[in-house]
């Protein structure tokens, strides 16, 4: 039996509890007792003060694949040296063995190329495609080549090539040779990063087969140096191109000092109409980054995360890539407002190309970008001040 | 244990109160104690009130219902030599929860909808000396410490576009008042008069979005003094008293402060075991409604104070009335539960005293 102290005591202790459970109902009531907070959405199309485009160069020489190939605009060249190779000379021949990928993993083409010595030393990081000071500039220490020696002509049809190797070119097979595609399309073969598929050099003599190593010191050293490199294109118009991979992009600036500072955007849509010339695939992707620092075409500093994404069919004739929370960035920091930076996804679906297979996705902006902004007013505080 | 929740419960300061007009001014007011009744000076007390509330609101047309709970007051009295007295007194002076929300507006090409949810409010915390002379009259000072913080919240959407922002308002209050009172006790009556004069009143204002927060603005603005009476009654069985407080207001910033009233009348009947108490009351804020309307508010209550052996009072009060101004209602009816602990006290006096 409780007593009448313990009573009150719980009971105050429940309902206190009970009431803490309590909520409420909201609905559309008492907004114009406030006083403050407009109730209207603003809306701005806005257009770039400045468009430019320019082109991007994307370390390949490391890449996994080795793209030969070429078709309106682009034509994908393929470096090969060979190190060491000494004793070339015990054997009765010696080849080079190319591996394609294998047609039913991924389509290529049959492919011939010419084989010339470049003149000019070159390693595999060196011939990545930095440009040395325009977009159709090779590298000094790239692929100066030497149009009037032939050393070979090589077609890949097959999922192995073989080229028999000459003891007399030692010298060219060490400066390294450059292949160069004489038909369209594209294949794709495994470079001495793609360990499955790399090449590799076979010694034959009257009864025997010897594999030559890559490991220095061994008795019979070979090592293959390997790198695609893209010979530069004219532009196919004086329209804004819009590449993908090693190709171009777009720059824009749009000013945003019309908006108010105190604001919260609430959508920034990039309207981009567009025409595609070409494309691997039926779907096209691209992403759009801010650039960190002042734009300086190719060398343009962009921010590591990317700002906005769309995917478009290939047929689309437009494309709109959100990014509100860059613009609401630029108003919050004028200062940080450098532009922006259209481009096709770097993305690839297939691991083992890695950028490689975007190369020669293509396309161009058709009339002028729109940026269209919506904002509202960040509400007004409830207590003013003298500083307001 | 029962003491050390005493103590705590009212640091559960997070609770609610809840009204459309908390929008105005500095928000809804609360009387400090001392200014509705008389309490007795010759018992050490302890006393720890709860509040919940539901409140309907309407327009006419469309309308809110909200429940909420608030810790109303904390106040401890204890009686010194010399017929001295010390109180201290932790209440909610100024409340500013309130819910708002617009109806869908069209601008643009694009329908936006704005809700905004207010919370906290301005905390007192009051300390008093008093001094009896001859058990007839009394002088009393009295130091208000006002702090506390709000926080708005606005949530902005965009029917159209399917986007949501939040934005929120922190304000921060820092604030003194002084007061003085003065009482005689004639018998069975007893008067006392009071004034309070409250200095000014800092706000600091942050804007804080997503992106970052910001001080935007630091203001000043003067609470409305506070001056009144309370008139009361005392005999065997049955006590009556009358407050009257005058809210005088010499702020004229955006604030729009005018001079608020509030009368209530109590009474109180000795039924044993129990005490049965009726109030009544009617308050004029000291802000005006959006429209330039006067916010009134006129409520009746009744109750009960339960005697609890060795520890004090057990109360309950079930208070209903009607706040409007303009096209504005709003029905509210709070259930107020509290302790009152006094012969507690004596006990541990006496535990000490050894």
Known sequence: MLSRKSLVIKSFYLTFFLLLLAGCEEGPLGFEELGRGELEVHHFVLEPDTVATFSKQIALGEATTLIGGRDDLTEARILISIDGLDSIVAFDSVKLLLRRYPADEIASSDVTFSIYPVTADWDEIGCTWVLADAYNKWLELGAEFDESDLVAELTVADDTVEWILDPDRLETYQQGMILLPENEGFCYLGSDEKEVYAPFILGFDADDTTRFSSVAGSDYYAAVHDATILKPYEAPSPDTLLGAGLAWRVFMHFSLDTLPQDIDVTSADLVVEYENFFSPENTLDFVCYRLIDDYAGRFSALSSAIAGRDSIDVTSDSLSVSFVGVVQFWVDEPDSNFGLVLSHSFLEAIPSFGQEKHVHALGRITGTPRLVVTYTAVPETRFPGEER | ?354
């Open chain 2, 1 to 354: 244990m029962r003491r050390l929740l005493i103590f705590l419960l009212p640091l559960g300061s997070v609770l609610l109160a809840y009204s459309i007009f908390n929008t105005h001014g500095l928000g809804g007011y609360t009387t400090p104690a001392e200014f509705l009744k008389i309490p007795s000076r010759t018992q050490t007390s302890l006393e720890v009130h709860f509040t919940s509330e539901y409140v309907y609101a309407t327009d006419g047309q469309a309308g809110q219902n909200a429940f909420l709970v608030r810790p109303e007051r904390f106040r401890f009295y204890v009686p010194l030599p010399w017929r001295f007295g010390l109180g201290a007194q932790m209440a909610q002076r100024f409340n500013l929860d309130f819910y708002v929300e617009s109806d869908s507006a069209r601008s643009a090409d694009y329908t936006l909808i704005r809700r905004v949810k207010g919370r906290g409010g301005i905390e007192g915390l009051r300390l008093s000396l008093d001094k009896g002379f001859y058990d007839i009259a009394y002088l009393g000072v009295g130091y208000e410490r006002l702090f506390g913080g709000a926080w708005e919240r606005w949530d902005s959407e965009i029917v159209e576009l399917g986007e949501m922002t939040v934005d929120s308002l922190l304000y921060y209050f820092g604030g003194n008042g002084v007061w003085g009172m003065a009482g005689f006790k004639l018998g069975p009556l007893q008067l006392r008069g009071f004034y309070g004069y409250p200095l000014d009143l800092g706000v600091t204002t942050e804007v804080q979005t997503s992106r970052d927060t910001t001080v935007v603005d630091s203001a000043s603005y003067t609470p409305p003094a506070e001056l009144g009476g309370i008139l009361a009654y005392s005999a065997n069985k049955l006590e009556l008293g009358l407050a009257y407080i005058q809210q005088k207001a010499s702020d004229h910033t955006s604030l729009s402060f005018i001079t608020g009233h509030l009368v209530e009348a109590n009474a109180a009947y000795k039924f044993k075991p129990f005490i049965l108490t009726g109030k009544a009351g009617w308050k004029s804020w000291y802000v005006e409604s959006a429209d330039g309307s006067p916010i009134r508010d006129t409520y009746l209550g009744i109750g009960t104070r339960i005697p609890i052996e060795s520890y004090g009072y057990g109360i309950l009060e079930l208070t209903g009335g009607l706040r409007e101004a303009g096209a504005i209602s709003e029905y509210h009816v709070e259930l107020r539960a509290g302790l009152e602990f006094r012969e507690l006290w004596k006990k541990r006096e006496r535990m000490w005293g050894g």
